[in-house]
């Protein structure tokens, strides 16, 4: 490695090098710059010449980074994020791109529908969305706008309340109570917590069980059973009729679907508006 310049490296080869970090790659960093994977390399071993220090391993499965490049990662996000921060207060230039991050069934319930109504408030605002398949997935996650499901109360994370989860059998159309359950493993209240509330002594078979509230409001959709539906993650089907709510009592819970952003990252008078819209466009 050459010998390290004085100063500080062109934007360029930040750019760049924090996409690489963030995505895992120099394809992925490629493609949301629209250079190709050549260009990309030779740029970040422009800023591994300058920094004097080799910030990925590059093996044949692809690349990853190197101790240095990790603890480099960071400080340059956060350089990057503050620039941008301060060009945004300094020239008053709303952003142009808002990328929110979430389950993926979140992302298909709450922000798909919403998006509509966001384009109406923000018709030049292009919307990107990250889609996990596990709520632990958001702790990695770096996209800073993020939904989360929970009790609002995130170490170092504001956070806004999108809507309340609550609990109610539902089921397709033809399909009534005494049909079988659909039972739903992991944290949410479960038929015996329902039955208990709704003073319910016998519950019917189940057949079935999900791990994931999605793929349960999808069997009972299907006509698989009657599921005890997030009513939040089922309104489309509801709405629909695709879904209906059988006349029994719901169960409210302490939990609920959050808008979470970092603390630090709604400095930007322009930020706080563009996450006060989106929240308005999820809550409609």
């Known amino acids: 490695m050459a010998k390290k310049k004085i100063g500080l490296p062109p934007l360029d080869w930040l750019r760049v090098f924090e996409a690489a970090g963030r995505l895992g790659g120099f394809s992925a960093a490629a493609r949301e710059f629209g250079l190709t994977q050549a260009a990309v390399s030779q740029r970040i071993g422009n800023l591994e010449a300058w920094l004097g220090r080799t910030l990925f391993v590059r093996e044949a499965r692809g690349v990853s980074l190197t101790v240095e490049g990790e603890s480099y990662l960071p400080l340059v996000q956060d350089s990057l994020q503050a620039l941008e921060r301060n060009t945004e207060d300094l020239f008053g230039k709303s952003p142009r791109e808002l990328r929110v991050a979430g389950l993926s069934s979140n992302i298909h319930a709450l922000v798909v529908p919403a998006l509509a109504r966001f384009h109406q408030m923000r018709p030049e605002v292009r919307v990107m969305t990250d889609s996990g398949a596990r709520r632990s997935s958001l702790d990695e996650e770096r996209t800073w706008l993020q939904i989360r499901y929970g009790r609002g109360a995130w170490p170092g994370r504001d956070a806004a309340l999108i809507a309340a989860e609550v609990l109610v059998p539902m089921a397709a159309q033809g399909v009534a109570w005494g049909a079988p359950l659909i039972d739903l493993r992991g944290e949410r209240p479960a038929w015996r917590h329902w039955a208990r509330q709704a003073d319910q002594t016998d ?8 791990d994931s509230m999605e793929h349960a409001i999808s069997a ?16 489309a089907d509801l709405q629909a009729g695709l879904l209906l709510r059988l006349d029994l009592p719901e169960l409210p819970t302490k939990d609920g679907y959050w808008l979470t952003w970092p603390e630090e990252r709604a400095k930007s008078k322009n930020q706080r508006a563009l996450i006060g819209d989106f929240l308005q466009a999820l809550q409609s």
């Open 220 to 235: 009972a959709r299907q006509g698989m059973g009657v599921v005890l539906g997030s009513v939040p993650l089922a309104r």
């Open 203 to 210: 519950l019917p078979p189940s057949q079935i069980s999900f």
